[in-house]
């Protein structure tokens, strides 16, 4: 029997099992897949010569988390690459927004959108100079975070107080406006937001816009060398050599909870993997609470909550290998990693609005990943290994483009939206289609088969929104990885801080484990000293 089971390798998943072999804990992580990783996987399924991420790509929250930077992964051979610039946004006339890691080149060119936006952008920069270190650690704190809290919000009233809360709670688009008098910068900022399921309308969609175009232009958009999954593979090569186990093919059907107490798991093939200390969930909340544990151990409250669990996004992803770079309308686009695709920030809108009502967008805003710029091992030389995505409806009611998609997903609909997908690339870079040499298409089915934490595709573990962060993630009255059952730990993306692989649930659901043991066990170290005491009569 091991002390802790992990139901699932993903990042959070692989974190949480690295920090608790670190404490000297035993480690067991079961994963369905024929393969660890979850949602950080790569391969050369769409080309032999190309190597391509099945899901995440690039790393900017890796780049800043300090529980990833805790556990030295350089030790284990993983590396990390930059594309010489982080970020651009073209425009069909060729403008192009530019995200630099030299924030004096940002401004420079945000600049030749409207005089003084580059000024604009680097006031900006300075609020994170000002607050980026606490905020980071406030972040991937457990919630509630006190003393990182404390020492943000000293900073937070030194750089402005209630006028800079302000300002990260507007919306985007109301953010972009008030801080730029030109396209480029709104472009940046609202591009970014939409890294989250955020409309540009949307409340707090400001700040995050923010906190993205922070990271990438203070750390960049990172990609592991030779593909995501080697971030994996440094995760899974450091647990097993402080002797943890990873066992995949191992799909974990029931939490088994006895007395009130998560004691193991059971599997599909009904083999049973118990625990001595804590089971520990990389999974989504809906199915921890809504499958793997047996509802008569929930509170009722918690199921009913659960009802109202709201997903981000569905995802539709398409990959590609190129026969050469992609013909950029702008040359600024083509030294870019991360493309973002949209005819302004009232496209961008016009997108998000469809979404919301249930329509396949008929002009979908694109995140488009040029790999091989930023990596040059993911393909042969003169090549790129490309990827885009955008999302879809989880119920599908119409399509906006009146081509008849339905939200079955069969082969004929991926094919068609595919065809759309390329479709929007060709405004910005005419010729694009006749360099794609293959395609590979991940619609949502495809991406939950491959991943069952992503429900329909859903890659951020539930909305990013306010009503769903904090305090009311997974959902209202919880924001911390414990439990109604004792030993049982959620440790996904569903649980605080949310999406994006930085490790910050996997570590918290881990600590919070620990924790729990040595309280245990200094409560039942106090009960025989007690019961010694009385043996000697030193006690009545």
């Not at 979908?364 to 393909?379: E, K, V, W």
């Not at 483009?401 to 004929?412: E, I, R, S, V």
């Not at 065809?419 to 794609?436: L, S």
Request: proline share 7%.
């Amino acid at each position: 029997m091991v002390d802790a089971v992990v139901i699932g390798s993903g990042p959070n998943g692989l974190v949480a099992a690295n920090v608790l072999a670190d404490s000297g804990w035993s480690v067991e992580v079961l994963e369905e897949q024929g393969e660890p990783g979850g949602a950080v996987r790569s391969d050369r399924g769409v080309d032999p010569a190309y190597v391509n991420d099945l899901f995440s790509s690039f790393y900017p929250l890796a780049a800043v988390s300090p529980v990833l930077a805790a556990l030295d992964l350089e030790r284990e051979g993983l590396r990390w690459s930059h594309a010489p610039r982080v970020l651009a946004h073209p425009l069909a006339d060729g403008r192009c927004a530019v995200l630099d890691r030299d924030r004096a080149v940002t401004a420079e060119g945000l600049d030749g959108f409207a005089p003084g936006d580059g000024r604009g952008w680097l006031e900006l920069c300075a609020v994170w100079e000002r607050l980026g270190d606490d905020l980071v650690k406030a972040l991937f704190s457990p919630f509630p975070p006190v003393l990182a809290g404390a020492g943000l919000l000293a900073r937070v009233r030194a750089a402005g107080g209630l006028r800079l809360a302000r300002s990260l709670l507007l919306p985007v688009r109301r953010l972009g406006e008030e801080e730029f008098r030109g396209e480029g910068g709104r472009l940046l900022l609202a591009g970014n937001a939409l890294h989250a399921d955020l409309a540009p309308e949307a409340a707090g969609s400001g700040g995050f816009g923010w906190l993205m175009s922070m990271l990438g232009q203070f750390h960049g958009f990172p990609v592991p060398v030779g593909g995501s999954g080697a971030l994996t593979e440094a995760l899974v090569r450091r647990l097993r050599a402080r002797g943890g186990t990873v066992r995949c093919g191992q799909r974990v059907t029931e939490v088994v909870v006895r007395r009130g107490r998560a004691v193991g798991v059971r599997t599909a093939s009904g083999d049973a993997f118990p625990a001595r200390r804590a089971v520990l969930a990389d999974v989504s909340a809906p199915a921890l609470y809504g499958e793997l544990v047996p509802a008569g151990h929930l509170p009722p409250r918690l199921l009913d909550d659960l009802r109202r669990f709201h997903w981000d996004f569905a995802t539709f992803k398409v990959d590609w290998a190129l026969d050469g770079p992609v013909p950029w309308n702008s040359p600024a686009a083509a030294t870019a990693g991360t493309v973002h695709l949209a005819e302004g920030v009232d496209e961008l809108s016009r997108w998000a609005s469809q979404l919301a009502r249930g329509l396949v967008p008929d002009r979908p805003f694109l995140l488009l990943g040029q790999m091989t710029t930023a990596d040059a091992t993911r393909s042969p030389h003169g090549t790129e290994s490309a990827w885009a995505y955008t999302h879809v409806p989880h119920r599908v009611k119409a399509d906006a483009d009146g081509g008849g998609l339905t939200g079955t997903w069969d082969a004929g609909e991926q094919e068609r939206m595919a065809d759309r997908v390329e479709e929007q690339v060709e405004r910005y870079a005419p010729g694009f289609r006749d360099r794609v040499r293959a395609r590979r298409i991940l619609a949502p089915p495809t991406l939950r088969e491959a991943d069952r934490n992503l429900h329909h595709g859903a890659i951020n573990g539930g909305t990013a929104s306010l009503h769903q962060q904090l305090v009311f993630r997974p959902v209202p009255g919880t924001g911390r990885p414990e439990t109604p059952v004792k030993g049982l730990y959620l440790a996904s993306a569903s649980a605080h801080p949310g999406g994006g692989v930085h490790g910050a649930p996997g570590a918290n659901a881990a600590r919070a484990a620990l924790r729990s043991t040595r309280a245990t066990a200094t409560v039942l170290s106090a009960a025989q000293r007690l019961t010694a005491r009385r043996g000697r009569g030193g006690e009545t």
